[in-house]
């Protein structure tokens, strides 16, 4: 399709019945009319084409402002086409006006000329075009009404286009011209549609979707702006927002096709009044103000009276330059085009005067800002607090636009009441920017503290941070230099800087629980624990030592309970993961989404990314590896925007990703992870660190680096220890070691060790810790044992709670069966395993036991290679028909089938989907996918399917 053709296609429909119409001998008259850029020329140019292409003889004429004074110019220009292509004029063409003395032509001559014209098209017919009409010549246009009133009997095409806006040479005759031309040839273009103009972008340029979309907005859909900006090299800066949001480039710095689109629009402005460069200034005004144009305001900026500015802002909104509705810029690249026009200087001055106007009438902060930002000076009060304001809006979200409106804001000089609160924004935007960088700023402003109680505030905002940093040494020794100053002034602060003291010591591995004896008497200096404190040193206690899951459960839900522990706080974090380890996956799951709706909400990026790879760990125990590897990448970007992804929770979003690696038996993710994670910093190991070098040392093994596996766990195992840590539900240290020892024939250590995980486990009494306890015992045992193992093991894993580890006790026991010699049960566990394998994503699991399923003698099923597949063809017919709102009713009726089958075959594939009704079977079933498959149904049953509403 021709690039002129792209959203033409009515237009391009109606230009090609009038041409097969002249060929018949029946001419008209027609009219393109739209704004400036909408491909008006080049539809003119493609009539011309697809005419020569019909046999017919074209003649064109561009009419231009500057030629209004020739007479008859366009009458010469498509006259002398007839000329050129041997036919003869006539006498008339010579004594045309201006010629022969005479002002404009009389009735005869315009006969004699409509009548040259006739006898050309007897001979062929003939094509006129007429470009740009509204700048011809009066003479001319008095003869173009008059040929367009006389082409019915003619095989003669009168095709013109006019640009939106722009004045005529006589208006009256321009007006008698269109009025002549039916309504359904008269044809007005705009801008394109969207899919259009994807269309012609990815017809120009092969760019990612991105950035075509990007320069579709920028330009409005408008294919000259389109084309323009996309031959454009180096390309420009475009930006869909404001033109108060762009670079400030002296128009020079404009690449070189982008200067001549802005000289043609300004070109374009000089003509749309007739009071010199009015409309010109009216537009660059426009352009600073960005949103909120008003007659008032524009008149204001220009100091014009406000009725010239009104009818400048007409003639904008009428030549399409701006939007009738609100006057801002229908295309934003014209915006910046013209804002960048104006002097670097004038600019400066324009924003600082637009931003007075705009607070004196009220308007809204968000609307002045960016004017202010772009001020050439802050000169009134209220500017600088009116930043602050603006930037404390902007913290949590966009910390750099926060950063940027403080520069501003400092630079101009500040009151001295205003500066704590300037250094304090300062520091949250650096914490949204870059951590490490935050800590001299919030190290400051300790030291600058002169209330104790200030200081205390300030001293647990930096423990914050250091501690985000793994800095735990140095975040103690500024809370315990401040607890000394506040302990006997201050109970209430005292009591958060100890509580806080004590989530440090966890932290580093140097207090496991809050230990006040019992015969200590509490004092001003040393005030008894609350009962919260009393609750969560339970807790610590009970899961540190793996003594009853049950017990600690109990505990963790009445700690989890508002407003026991706030949401997010560290004793919120200590029960969600005693909740966890003892089992409790799916209220875990439950109160983990719940905090990371509200970080989000709150915008805090560490916050985000301690929910969300705490959240990881919680799939990742569930067996949604795709979710877990998700939500593990998302913290990990968190982070890295703030330079923090090596400390804290980013080794646990490490941890998570190598985890799902390896279930997914993605041996060159794992590599790459890996290079990441190590070597480990040489100082002790923070508790998540600890989880990223168990996950490096299973990785490792995997990869056949036992030594250096068996050397990370062994640190893991001497930090544990020093930490008091036994329950093996948290970290299971021992089977892994175990494995790795199996693994180089060192079988006694490694019975010793699964022996000892899985005393601890019955200990613990968390079933899945139990039972994954019992399989890595099973994996190093002889058949008989195994088997008992795995058979005991699989009485306590729940299918739907622990569906992966349930899938390689599956796999375990499907490998006892098979050494014991019992074939038909084994093949039959190893495929469940491999069902369960699949829905899960876990590769890895299902490559090897599709391994053992050969050496039983089954045969693996190929077309089970995806997570749907796993359904039978009717399974799958009667999930898609659920996914799309059916009732079983329904479905049972439109299928003629019973409603108990029905209800067996959707319970089946929850089971095989890992789902827990039909609401999420649409993660299977997309609505794109409409039509149901074929295997079921008969031809007149997918009809009646697919004209019935799909909510029946």
Known sequence: MPKELYGRSEESRII??????????????ALVEGIIGTGKTSLLRWAEEAARQRGMQVLTATATSTE???????????????????????????????????????????????????????KTPLLLTVDCIQCAD??????????????????????????????????????????????DRHLRIDDLCPSAALDLAAALASQDPGALDLLITTSGGNPYLLTEQIRTVPAPHTSAAGPTDHAEHPPAELPIRLRAVKDRVLCFLGRLDRHGPRAARVARAASVVGSAVSAELIAELCSLPVEEVSESLDRLSESGILRGTDLTFRHPVLARLLYLDIPHAQRAELHRLTARALHRRGTSPQDITPHLLHAAQLDEPWMPRLLLDAAAALVPHQAPAAMELLDKAAAHGLPAHLAPRTEKLRIQALMGLDLPASVAAQSARVESATHPGERATEALRLADILLRLDEARQAR???????DQIRCSDAATAARLRRQLTHIRLHEGTCTLFTPRPDTQSSPGHPAPTGEERLEAALLLRTAQGDSAPAATRIAHTLLATPRAPYGSPSWYHALLAL??????????????????????????????????????????????????????????LLQRIHADRHHTGALARSVMIEVALEKNQIAGLADLLATALPFPATTPTWWQLHLMHSAARALGRLGETQRALGLMAHCEKELRRRKVTNPAILPWRSTTAMLHAGVGNLPDARRLAREEAELAQRWAAPFARGRALLALASITSHSDALRLSTKAAELLDAQQEPLLYAHCLHIAGQ?????????????LLHRATEVGVSLGADGL?????????????????????????????????????????????????????????????????????????????????????????LILHGHQAVSYLRQPQSA
């Open 16 to 29: 090609t019945e009038l041409l097969d119409s002249a060929t018949a001998g029946a001419g008209a008259p």
């Open 68 to 122: 209004q004074h020739f007479p008859m110019g366009v009458v010469h220009q498509l006259l002398d086409c007839l000329d050129t292509a041997g036919h003869q004029p006539g006498p008339a063409l010579k004594e045309l006006p201006g010629q022969a003395g005479r002002e404009h032509p009389d009735y005869l001559q315009l006969t004699e000329l409509f009548k040259t014209l006739s006898r050309a098209a007897q």
């Open 138 to 183: 009066p003479q001319s246009l008095l003869w173009l009404g008059f040929l367009s009133r006389r082409l019915d009997s003619l095989p003669v095409v009168l095709l013109a286009s006019k640009r939106c806006g722009e004045m005529a040479s006589d208006q009256h005759l321009l007006v008698e011209f269109m009025e002549g031309i039916r309504p």
């Open 477 to 483: 020794q500024v809370l315990e230099h401040a607890y």
């Open 580 to 637: 966890l380890w003892s089992g409790g996956f799916d209220d875990a799951h439950r109160h983990i989404d719940a905090e990371v709706q509200i970080a989000r909400a709150h915008a805090v990026p560490t916050r985000l990314a301690d929910a969300l790879a705490t959240r990881s760990l919680i799939q990742l125990h569930r067996g949604l590896l795709d979710d877990a590897r998700t939500d593990a990448r998302q913290a990990l970007a």
């Open 816 to 828: 006892a069966h098979q050494q014991g010699g019992n074939t038909i049960r084994a093949r039959e």
């Open 846 to 934: 299902v490559e090897v036991v599709q391994r053992a399923l050969r050496s039983a003698g089954g045969r693996p099923d190929p077309r089970k290679d995806s997570t749907e597949a796993l359904l039978t063809p009717t399974e799958r017919q009667v999930a898609e028909l659920a996914s799309r709102g059916m009732s079983n009713r329904s479905i049972a009726r439109l299928l003629q089938v019973s409603l108990r089958n029905v209800e067996s075959h959707l319970t089946h594939s929850y089971r095989k989907l890992r789902i827990s009704g039909r609401h999420g079977l649409t993660k299977y079933f997309p609505a794109q996918d409409s039509t149901p498959a074929p």
